[in-house]
């Protein structure tokens, strides 16, 4: 753990980024609300010199005496000797929620600044809240209204929103987006990922109408290690007291009625013994319905207990071996994100073909509807931040960041029954500055939800034949998860990687976060040749035979359920800037691997009948 001074540092940077981004928190279940959406066409300007944004000094526009000269003033020619060197109902147009880089050509590659511009109506009503809510935009956002600045915020897969009450106009209103992608060596994630950058508003729009006095925040899940005791915790937006407030589930004919106390809150545990509990064999989600006097407001949730005993994982008293596979935030069908509730269902549905019953959403957060998805279709879920490979550890700035990452995560899905894991990381160097990081984020994911298991996907080393685990961030953690590519970038073929043992320090539930090999969907040979379908079929069915030995193997997340585009991947012929570790290539085709983890994926489903 980092000494005094070291600690308070750190503490003092994270308050204030907190209190520099507090404008920007989100609010829970933003789609039950009055929402407008801003999704569909909007013009966009390519500006890799940042013209649009900094003067010729290079100072920002919107830090000038006027606060204007940017290209968030939008400005019309009205007079023709008038000088304006952008025009952004000329511009052409792209789709959001998406990103830049599958909707053009040239921009396919393009790291830098896009602004982008939408306008809309709007009739504000007084006695109203209102909020623009951007679902995520990556990486750095600058959002403007009408040419003034609502402010920033960074982090490409949380969602973030700004208050704009008194600030929409009656009629037309113009909302200017600077997003900038650009990978810095500061920043969470940075600048070295195995994954496509991909730039833009890459998630839903919204402008939402709430009261004066509005729901803020809540939590309705079940105590840690009970299956009866629920806790209901939840916030207005303000600090009146002895506001009415209700919670009521109509199908367990329950409901509570409440007033705030002085900080606008409730807090209540209370037992109720006919829940019938969610699993994913049995993926049970009630109504519950959230009232105050001038708002109601409905989520689907559902209730379960998941926890660590010796080397089982239980959930719901009953051990699980989880069934897994890693995904990315990727349509391999059609390029870019996934944008709708199609492609998502697509995407688990693949899973559960592999009779799947947990995913592990790889390396970020994934869209909130993929989220709530999982808790429909029955799938428990491995939830990541992108604190990932070569961290700048010792920056208390971007620990601060890492933690909001976190932070955003948690809150936005905490009540969603299929997140049964927070991850604070994946393959991140041994050293001091690194475990007084990660330990700091885990301290912070058990304080602000103690009712799942905290991991992170670590490495392990090898000495001989034996793989070593003895990562000392294991003893802040839950699950001993690690990833190892025995056969693809180490330990010769794949028939060879079953003389491989390991040796692990912590006595914990073991779930393997990564393994796997690449393979070209149609390309045949024999299984020593690699790239080959029948390489990847021979590594899987060898991989499960080495990984059988652990006795406290709890689960695993091959890597990967679909081939995805990356930069690093570049050999013109098998990979061509696609890695294909998936089981599932980018057509759609099932490599043989897929039935191999299938078939195994059987036998551990009748053995933990």
């Known amino acids: 753990m980092p000494n005094f001074k070291v600690r308070v540092f750190i503490i003092c940077f994270s308050l204030l980024y907190s209190i520099a981004h507090a404008q920007v928190s989100s609010i829970q279940n933003i789609q039950a609300r009055k929402i407008q959406s801003l999704n569909g066409k909007w013009n966009y300007i390519v500006d890799p010199y940042e013209n649009g944004f900094y003067d010729y000094r290079h100072q920002p526009f919107d830090q000038s005496k006027t606060g204007t000269g940017g290209f968030f003033d939008d400005k019309e020619q009205k007079d023709k000797s008038e000088l304006i060197e952008y025009n952004f109902d000329g511009s052409p147009q792209m789709n959001v929620p998406s990103d830049w880089n599958s909707q053009s050509e040239k921009l396919e590659l393009y790291e830098g600044t896009v602004w982008l511009r939408k306008k809309f109506n709007a009739q504000p009503e007084k ?23 609502l402010g920033v915020h960074k982090g490409g897969f949380t969602p973030f929103q700004f208050d704009v009450t008194g600030k929409l106009k009656a009629g037309s209103n113009s909302l200017v987006v600077k997003a900038d992608n650009t990978r810095k060596p500061d920043e969470i994630p940075t600048v070295n990922t195995d994954w496509w950058n991909y730039g833009g508003i890459t998630r839903d729009v919204y402008v939402a109408e709430l009261p004066e006095h509005f729901i803020s925040d809540y939590k309705i899940q079940l ?40 900080e606008g809150k409730i807090s209540e545990q209370f037992i109720w013994n006919n829940l019938s509990l969610w699993s994913p064999e049995n993926p049970k989600l009630y109504t519950v319905n959230i009232k105050s006097a001038n708002e109601s407001i409905e ?20 051990s699980v071996f989880l069934r897994g596979i890693s995904i990315h935030d990727e349509n391999p069908l ?26 592990r959403l790889a390396h970020y957060p994934h869209n909130e509807e993929m989220v709530r998805l999982a808790d429909e279709m029955g799938l428990l879920v491995w939830a990541e931040v992108p604190v990932y490979w070569t961290i700048s550890w010792e920056n208390p700035v971007t620990y601060a960041n890492a933690k909001q990452h976190l932070t955003d995560l ?29 330990s700091n984020l885990a301290e912070t ?18 000495e001989g034949n034996t793989m070593i685990l003895n990562d000392p961030l294991g003893e802040k953690i839950d699950l001993v998860s690690f990833n190892e590519y025995a056969g693809w970038y180490f330990g010769g073929t794949p028939s060879e990687i079953t003389k491989y043992d390991f040796n692990i320090k912590y006595k914990k539930p ?36 080495m990984l059988s030995k652990i006795a406290a193997l709890r689960g695993m997340t091959p890597w990967i359920l679909a081939d995805f585009r990356s930069p690093r991947r570049q050999h013109p012929v098998y990979q061509n800037f696609w890695n294909r570790k998936g089981l599932i290539s980018e057509t759609g085709k099932r490599k043989k691997a897929f039935y191999v983890l299938k078939n195994f994926y059987n036998q551990i489903q009748a053995k933990y009948k």
């Open 445 to 462: 994911a058990r304080s602000l939800d103690d009712t799942r298991l905290i991991a992170a996907a670590l490495e392990v080393h090898r």
């Open 127 to 149: 006695g109203k809240r209102y909020l623009v809510y951007f679902a995520a935009v990556n990486y750095e956002a600058h959002v403007y209204l009408n040419g003034k600045k």
């Open 299 to 318: 989520d689907k949730i559902g209730f379960r207990n998941i926890e660590v005993m010796g080397d089982s994982i239980m959930l719901n008293g009953k």
């Open 410 to 438: 948690i809150l936005r899905d905490k009540n969603r029954a299929s997140v049964i894991v927070w991850s604070i990381g994946n393959e991140t160097p041994l050293s001091d500055a690194r475990l007084s990081f990660m």
């Open 223 to 262: 105590e840690k290690g009970s299956k009866n005791l629920i806790n209901i915790n939840l916030k207005l937006n303000d600090s009146f007291s002895g506001q009415d407030v209700s919670v009521s589930i109509p199908e367990l004919n329950l409901e509570r009625k409440y007033k705030t106390d002085n």
């Open 334 to 359: 059609v390029a870019g994100r996934l944008r709708s509730e199609g492609d998502m269902r697509m995407m688990l549905q693949w899973a559960k073909d592999m009779n799947c019953n947990y995913v």
């Open 510 to 545: 073991v779930v393997v976060t990564e393994f796997g090999g690449d393979a070209l969907a149609g390309f045949h040979a024999d299984e020593n040749t690699r790239w080959s379908e029948e390489y990847q079929e021979a590594l899987y069915k060898n991989q499960i035979t």
